[in-house]
C-alpha cells in the first residue's frame, strides 16, 4: 500500500494516516478491557444496517456508564467520512469506544477522557461468493461463556479473552472455531458469531438472554421468514447440535457459515446444507443491492 493510498482512521477528533493512529498505554480499553465496541460491514458501497449498528453501539456505550462525546448523527458523518476517504466498496469497518485515560489512580473510572477511533479496512470474506460449501470444524469447549450476571455480553465489550481462549482450545484440538456452553451448559455462542441449527423443517437459535444480539441473526430471522422457514430462539443443548441437519454460524465479518463437524460428529451429511445455501445467497443478494445500506462515494 503506498503512503498516498494509505486507509485513514478517526481517533479522538482527527483523521489520521492509519499507521500513525495512537492511543495511550494508560487508556482504559487497553489496561482492563474497560471499552465497547461495534462492527458494521459494507458491500457494494453501502453500509449494511449502519444505523442498527450506532444504536447497538450506543447501548453498550451507555449500558458501560461512559460519556460518549458524539452525538449519533456526528458520529455516523464520522463514519461515513471513514469509508469514503478509504473509498473501497467492501469494507470491515470497526468503532471502539473506550473509557479512555483518567487521572491517577489507575483503575479508578472518575475523570476519565472517553477515546472514540473509527477505522475501515478491506473486507475479507470468509466464505467468498463460490465457496458456499466451504465447512468449517467446530468445538463446543470446555470454557463457558461469560454469563450476563458477570458482563452482560448484550454489551458489545472489549472483553474478549473468554471467547479468544476457547477459540484457541478448539484450534489446538484441531477445530476451526469455538461454540461455547453458558454456565449451565446450554448452547450460547461462538467467538464473533451467533449460531443456528436447523432441524425437522425449522431453524432455531439460543435464546436472547446470554449472547450477543446479532444484527446477522436479526437477518436471518428475516430471510427466513421471507423463505417461510419457521424460527425458534430457546435452549438448545448440544445434542440439538449434535442431531440437527445443518448447523451454520452467523456475523458481519464472516457471513454465513456452515458447520460440517462439531465435536467429531458429522453435521448431517458434513456437507453445506440447502437451507445455509440458501440464506447465505439471499444475504449476499441483500448486501449488494443494498437493501437497509446506507449508501456512500466509493473510489472504486
Ligand atoms: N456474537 C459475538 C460474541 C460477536 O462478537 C459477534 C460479532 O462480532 C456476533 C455474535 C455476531 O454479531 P453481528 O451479526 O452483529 O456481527
Not at 458501497?45 to 460518549?68: K, N
Not at 454456565?183 to 449472547?211: H, K, M, Q, S
Not at 422457514?229 to 445443518?246: H, M, Q, W
Request: overall charge neutral; charged content about 25%.
Amino acid at each position: 500500500m503506498s503512503p498516498e493510498k494509505e486507509w485513514i482512521a478517526y481517533v479522538n477528533g482527527e483523521y489520521v494516516p492509519q499507521s500513525e493512529a495512537k492511543v495511550s498505554i494508560f487508556d482504559h480499553g487497553f489496561l482492563y478491557g474497560d471499552g465497547v465496541f461495534d462492527t458494521w460491514c459494507t458491500w457494494n458501497g453501502y453500509v449494511f444496517h449502519l444505523d442498527r449498528h450506532i444504536d447497538r453501539l450506543y447501548r453498550s456505550i451507555h449500558a458501560f456508564q461512559m460519556d460518549m462525546p458524539l452525538t449519533k448523527a456526528q458520529f455516523r458523518k464520522v463514519v461515513i467520512k471513514v469509508v469514503e476517504t478509504n473509498g473501497a466498496k467492501n469494507q470491515y469497518l470497526k468503532a471502539i469506544v473506550s473509557r479512555g485515560v483518567g487521572p491517577r489512580p489507575l483503575l479508578s473510572p472518575i475523570g476519565c477522557k472517553t477515546t472514540v477511533v473509527v477505522f475501515s479496512r478491506p473486507y475479507l470474506r470468509l466464505v467468498e461468493p463460490g465457496q458456499e460449501d466451504k465447512m468449517i470444524k467446530a468445538k463446543i469447549t470446555s470454557l463457558r461463556r461469560t454469563p450476563a450476571q458477570c458482563l452482560d455480553p448484550k454489551a458489545k465489550n472489549l472483553n474478549y479473552a473468554n471467547l479468544v481462549l476457547a477459540k484457541i482450545e478448539a484450534m489446538n484440538a484441531g477445530a476451526d472455531e469455538a461454540i461455547l456452553l453458558d454456565i449451565e451448559g446450554f448452547v450460547n455462542e461462538a467467538p464473533g458469531y451467533n449460531v443456528f441449527a436447523y432441524r425437522d423443517g425449522a431453524l432455531f437459535t439460543p435464546l436472547a438472554e446470554n449472547i450477543l444480539l446479532g444484527v446477522t441473526r436479526d437477518t436471518v430471522f428475516e430471510i427466513a421468514e421471507k423463505e417461510g422457514i419457521p424460527t425458534r430462539a430457546e435452549r438448545l443443548i448440544p445434542y440439538d447440535l449434535y442431531t440437527a441437519d445443518e448447523v451454520f454460524l452467523c456475523s458481519t465479518a464472516g457471513g454465513i457459515v456452515p458447520v460440517g463437524e462439531i465435536d467429531g460428529r458429522k453435521i448431517g451429511d458434513g456437507k453445506a446444507g440447502p437451507i445455509a445455501k440458501k440464506i447465505n445467497q439471499r444475504y449476499l443478494e441483500m448486501l449488494e443491492k443494498g437493501v437497509h445500506g446506507t449508501k456512500y462515494r466509493t473510489k472504486e
